[in-house]
């Protein structure tokens, strides 16, 4: 009995001991609750590490962030620029940073220079239109920037892009994505000195060449060309692509040629693996092949004629809007000298009948004998 009663009681005194360090671990979890979230910016919320100040109608990033903030949502808000001043103390734990859908139009030098750990950053959905030379540290971790629907001037949006990748010494940047934009062109250094660079995103931006170069410098493994506006790929790019063993491109969505200007990109299809969704690639000219899949495409049908004869057409019809011009401008002139051109006209007419009464004359003169005699007599 006594033996059941000890085990008993040392039961309970487990129990009791067992509450209490449930209780002081609890209490540790509420007072690490509260250290993590004192200082958490008004009409936002913070949860351990991360920070959403989303859809607030804020025109500035928080100020009083907390130290060991470690992911910031500021999205959806009426944040136009982005300086130095934005973050006036470094977060030196911040690892990813979205500013996606703020209508931002200015990033100035060294907006991020107290963000020394930053890896993944969000600009996309914005309308950015200057980019600081400086915005990153020279010694960045940055490893994907999203900057898709963040271009909307076709005329200066690749200087900007430019200004954006050249803006810092981007060595770590691994994932680039510029999808939804109006580029048009990319420039040809674009990515130079992104030496770390293998996804790149140019998904409906509006690109209807790439020139020579672009694509010779960073390591790329998957390339987006989707829903663009190319319509062959020269020689120079196919062989920068050629280079590069283990890239993967995708191309579909484009308006192709299916004519002499696809003559060397056609084997290349057929012959690569590169082109990951070839068999989606469909003709949009000529008319003969429109949507036919450009793997079926045979190379005797790449033909120039029809632009030759469409070019031939075209000057006929030209050269006979000259013609008819040169013509109305004679009439016009003709019109204008009427009065002029009657009288040439008359005396040329009186010239013509004086020389030809004397050419009658003569004739007269000559089939008659005696008129011949008096001729020759009057003659002597």
Same mark, same amino acid.
């Not at 250094?189 to 170069?213: E, K, Y």
């Given at each position: 009995?006594?033996?059941?009663?000890?085990?008993?009681?040392?039961?309970?005194?487990?129990?009791?001991?067992?509450?209490?360090?449930?209780?002081?671990?609890?209490?540790?979890?509420? +007072?690490?609750?509260?250290?993590?979230?004192?200082? !958490?910016?008004?009409? !936002?919320?913070?949860?351990?590490?991360?920070?959403?100040?989303?859809?607030?109608?804020?025109?500035?990033?928080?100020?009083? +962030?907390?130290?060991?903030?470690?992911?910031?949502?500021?999205?959806?808000?009426?944040?136009?620029?982005?300086?130095?001043?934005? &973050?006036?103390?470094?977060?030196?734990?911040?690892?990813?940073?979205?500013?996606?859908?703020?209508? *931002?139009?200015?990033?100035?030098?060294?907006?991020?220079?107290?963000?020394?750990?930053?890896?993944?950053?969000?600009?996309?959905?914005?309308?950015?239109?200057?980019?600081?030379?400086?915005?990153?540290?020279?010694?960045?971790?940055?490893?994907?920037?999203?900057?898709?629907?963040? &271009?909307?001037?076709?005329?200066?949006?690749?200087?900007?892009?430019?200004?954006? *990748?050249?803006?810092?010494? *981007?060595?770590?940047?691994?994932?680039?994505?510029?999808?939804?934009?109006?580029?048009?062109?990319?420039?040809?250094?674009?990515?130079?000195?992104?030496?770390?660079?293998?996804?790149?995103?140019?998904?409906?931006?509006?690109?209807?060449?790439?020139?020579?170069?672009?694509?010779?410098?960073?390591?790329?493994?998957?390339?987006?060309?989707?829903?663009?506006?190319?319509?062959?790929?020269?020689?120079?790019?196919?062989?920068?692509?050629?280079?590069?063993?283990?890239?993967?491109?995708?191309?579909?969505?484009?308006?192709?040629? !299916?004519? !002499?200007?696809?003559?060397?990109?056609?084997?290349?299809?057929?012959?690569?693996?590169?082109?990951?969704?070839?068999?989606?690639?469909?003709?949009?000219?000529?008319?003969?092949?429109?949507? $036919?899949?450009?793997?079926?495409?045979?190379?005797? $049908? +790449?033909?120039?004629?029809?632009?030759?004869?469409?070019?031939?057409?075209?000057?006929?019809? &030209?050269?006979?809007?000259?013609?008819?011009?040169?013509?109305?401008?004679?009439?016009?002139?003709?019109?204008?000298?009427?009065?002029?051109?009657?009288?040439?006209?008359?005396?040329?007419?009186?010239?013509?009948?004086?020389?030809?009464?004397?050419?009658?004359?003569?004739?007269?003169?000559?089939?008659?004998?005696?008129?011949?005699?008096?001729?020759?007599?009057?003659?002597?």
């Amino acid at each position: 009995m006594r033996a059941l009663s000890t085990s008993h009681g040392c039961s309970r005194a487990e129990i009791r001991e067992g509450a209490q360090k449930f209780g002081m671990m609890h209490l540790l979890v509420l +007072l690490a609750v509260v250290l993590c979230c004192q200082g !958490c910016p008004e009409r !936002c919320l913070c949860s351990s590490q991360t920070v959403k100040c989303q859809n607030q109608d804020l025109d500035e990033i928080p100020s009083s +962030l907390p130290a060991n903030t470690k992911i910031l949502f500021v999205t959806g808000n009426n944040i136009s620029r982005v300086g130095v001043d934005s &973050f006036p103390t470094g977060l030196e734990m911040l690892t990813d940073l979205y500013l996606s859908g703020n209508e *931002l139009e200015s990033v100035g030098a060294m907006a991020f220079d107290r963000l020394p750990n930053l890896v993944r950053l969000d600009l996309s959905d914005n309308h950015i239109q200057t980019f600081g030379e400086r915005a990153f540290p020279e010694d960045n971790k940055l490893q994907l920037l999203n900057l898709s629907r963040s &271009f909307h001037n076709h005329s200066s949006s690749a200087d900007v892009v430019r200004s954006v *990748l050249q803006s810092g010494k *981007l060595l770590a940047l691994k994932v680039l994505d510029l999808s939804h934009n109006d580029l048009v062109i990319l420039p040809d250094d674009a990515f130079r000195g992104l030496a770390n660079l293998v996804n790149v995103s140019l998904q409906n931006s509006s690109i209807i060449s790439i020139q020579n170069g672009t694509l010779t410098a960073p390591p790329l493994r998957d390339l987006d060309l989707r829903d663009n506006s190319l319509r062959y790929l020269p020689a120079a790019t196919l062989a920068e692509f050629s280079l590069k063993a283990g890239l993967r491109v995708w191309l579909a969505g484009n308006p192709w040629r !299916c004519d !002499c200007f696809a003559e060397e990109m056609l084997p290349w299809l057929k012959n690569s693996s590169q082109a990951v969704d070839a068999q989606n690639l469909t003709c949009a000219e000529p008319g003969a092949l429109r949507r $036919q899949p450009l793997l079926q495409v045979e190379p005797s $049908q +790449l033909k120039c004629s029809g632009d030759m004869e469409g070019v031939l057409e075209t000057s006929y019809v &030209f050269l006979g809007l000259v013609l008819a011009l040169i013509g109305v401008i004679f009439l016009l002139v003709l019109y204008l000298n009427r009065k002029g051109i009657k009288r040439w006209m008359y005396n040329i007419r009186d010239a013509c009948r004086d020389h030809m009464e004397g050419y009658h004359y003569r004739y007269e003169i000559n089939s008659d004998p005696r008129l011949a005699n008096l001729s020759i007599n009057s003659d002597v």
